[in-house]
């Protein structure tokens, strides 16, 4: 079973600094792993996903991540930050053998952007 | 587009309804998720589904059940409602037919039992 470790529940930042949100998985089988966004009273919006190919992935908004196998890590970057990423940012993964009961997600990061 | 439709973006209800959430999909998928979610607790998985009155429970399906008659629709229902189950309720579909296919999720409905 696959299991989802988002560091820090909140995360706070100036606006034009760098974002890092982190992300740490365990997965028996190689993962595809996705990063998704909340904006208040909303669904879950995509913002990336690695599932084969280039370990950096590039999303919407900005955002990035890469996938490090040695470190089973797919941390959420973006260089600048603006005051409307502050938002709440949920990482997910599945094995590549798939599942009918979905991702498993984090518990999510709650990210505050500072004027 | 993916588009995910949940009937209602605020509900309010008193203990002991029954109360239904509904949830819409318009691109095929087979299958289909209810979540909760709470603060500081995430997302959690109460039903999903892969096909039509195929059901299965999640990590905390007490206190919910699940209809699937329609391939497009998967409705939540709390049989008596507590004050417990107060909670933003999150649907979500997938195409199962591929491993890498991400969950597409509805605007969520926030249900407040009194």
């Known amino acids: 079973a696959q299991s989802v470790t988002q560091l820090g529940s909140h995360v706070s930042v100036s606006e034009g600094a760098l974002v890092l949100l982190r992300c740490n998985y365990s997965s028996s089988v190689p993962p595809y792993l996705f990063w998704y966004v909340q904006y208040p009273n909303q669904g879950l919006q995509l913002l990336l996903k690695y599932t084969t190919g280039a370990t950096l992935v590039k999303g919407i908004n900005g955002f990035e991540a890469e996938f490090k196998k040695s470190e089973t890590s797919f941390h959420l970057t973006k260089p600048s930050a603006h005051m409307s990423d502050a938002a709440e940012y949920f990482c997910?993964?599945?094995?590549?053998?798939?599942?009918?009961?979905?991702?498993?997600f984090g518990k999510g990061t709650h990210l505050i952007i500072q004027p | 587009d993916v588009k995910v439709t949940q009937s209602s973006r605020y509900l309010v209800k008193r203990t002991g309804e029954k109360v239904f959430l509904e949830c819409v999909q318009d691109m095929d998928h087979e299958n289909m998720f209810w979540y909760r979610q709470d603060p500081g607790l995430g997302l959690r998985l109460i039903y999903f589904?892969?096909?039509?009155?195929?059901?299965e429970k999640g990590d905390i399906p007490e206190g919910y059940s699940v209809s699937r008659e329609k391939k497009e629709r998967f409705s939540l229902i709390l049989e008596s409602a507590s004050t417990n189950q107060t909670s933003m309720y999150l649907c979500?579909?997938?195409?199962?037919?591929?491993?890498?296919?991400?969950?597409?999720f509805g605007d969520g409905t926030r249900l407040s039992i009194l």
């Open positions: 997910a993964v599945i094995d590549s053998g798939g599942g009918a009961d979905g991702l498993t």
């Open positions: 589904s892969y096909d039509v009155k195929m059901k």
């Open positions: 979500a579909s997938r195409y199962l037919g591929a491993s890498n296919q991400p969950q597409h």
